[in-house]
């Protein structure tokens, strides 16, 4: 077997049932992947609440937008129609 060289990837030795050389760390390493996951789950949930806020804080804030944006349209559409009922009453000297 040839020496390693210095920057050389670690390689764990397995004996020939297939056992790692470290496998009493197994057990501390799936309980960190466990604990790892359970916080990843926990955080998920945090943020699907929050988004779900989120979404209907925005629903909230168009649609007063556009309330306020209707009753404005609204107010320019009778404006003009007005202005151009005047007009036409102007225009055939019924004014």
């Known amino acids: 077997m040839a020496t390693p060289h210095k920057h050389a990837p670690h ?3 397995i004996d020939r049932h297939g056992a790692s050389a470290q496998h009493s760390n197994l057990p501390i390493k799936v309980a960190v992947l466990e ?3 359970d916080r990843l789950q926990i955080e998920m949930n ?3 609440t929050e988004f779900r ?3 209907k804080e925005m ?3 168009i649609m007063a937008i556009r309330t306020h944006d209707f009753r404005l349209l609204f107010g ?3 404006t ?3 202005g151009v009922a005047a007009l036409m009453a102007k225009g ?3 004014i």
């Open 92 to 94: 055939f000297h019924w």
């Open 80 to 82: 003009v129609a007005i």
């Open 46 to 48: 945090e943020l699907k």
């Open 53 to 55: 806020e989120f979404r």
């Open 11 to 13: 390689v764990e030795v």
């Open 59 to 61: 629903r909230a804030e």
């Open 35 to 37: 604990t790892n996951v």
């Open 76 to 78: 320019a559409i009778i």
